[in-house]
């Protein structure tokens, strides 16, 4: 009977205890201490074409954030790379050389070998045997893998602080020139030029222009978000994003996952 009646107060100054702390408020802030830090995620610098900070933007943590996958990488770029390749080398099997069909002389009588085709392999300019034909080099890997590998890369790039932010670049004029500025301003130096411009994923006439204005710029490289891979995420010293790419990446990739 003792020992049941301790228990029972035992449990009793439990719940008076959180009775206090809910009144109190104390709760309620563990609450929300809990929630912000779950839904704290990675923040970048956003600039403008002046090279000038014009605010910050919350990067996904399931995209930029992910755990890096380094075998994973290397077997996306392996069949991105092996995608690539076009067998184009062919040779011609006796049955397609153009030539006569007649025998080239009589079967017996001649002290020759007996030959029915000039376009036999033997003689020159006939077929080729066992040479080779267009063949097909390209691999697969699933939707989920190439996904998760586009998020080890651009993780990767986050955590060597290779990824920018910019914005304002629709209202640019397709002028080479100023698209150069624009890279001056944002401190990328001429001789470190290897850019991946990601583009937003919604063509319009403004990415037109931006593309016009870009292409002919030594080292930077054009993407749509829609297209967008671990290779070229990889291959390129600095990952340049339009602020409505980002965006896109959510849309594209998140929406997907939580389906």
Do not use: C
């Amino acid at each position: 009977m003792p020992a049941r009646k301790s228990k029972v107060k035992g449990q009793k100054s439990k719940i008076l205890a959180s009775l206090k702390l809910r009144r109190s408020g104390q709760i309620k802030t563990q609450k929300l201490k809990t929630r912000a830090k779950r839904s704290s995620g990675l923040t970048i610098d956003v600039f403008d074409t002046k090279g000038k900070i014009a605010g910050k933007i919350s990067l996904p943590k399931e995209i930029f954030g992910a755990e890096i996958n380094k075998q994973l990488l290397a077997q996306a770029v392996r069949v991105y790379l092996a995608n690539q390749r076009r067998g184009t080398a062919s040779t011609k099997t006796r049955g397609e050389v153009s030539g006569s069909t007649r025998k080239i002389w009589r079967q017996k009588g001649t002290g020759r070998a007996r030959h029915g085709s000039i376009k036999a392999p033997i003689f020159v300019g006939g077929g080729i045997v066992s040479g080779p034909k267009p063949r097909d080099f390209s691999l697969k890997i699933s939707k989920k893998m190439k996904r998760l590998a586009i998020f080890s890369a651009l993780s990767s790039k986050q955590k060597a602080n290779e990824i920018k932010a910019v914005k304002g670049l629709d209202s640019l004029e397709p002028k080479t020139r100023l698209m150069v500025d624009v890279l001056n301003n944002l401190g990328i130096n001429e001789k470190d030029k290897n850019i991946l411009l990601v583009l937003s994923g919604k063509s319009s006439k403004e990415l037109e222009n931006i593309y016009r204005a870009s292409r002919n710029i030594e080292g930077v490289h054009i993407i749509n978000a829609e297209v967008l891979n671990a290779y070229d995420a990889l291959n390129n010293k600095l990952v340049l994003l339009m602020e409505s790419a980002i965006d896109h990446m959510k849309e594209k990739f998140l929406k997907k996952e939580d389906a």
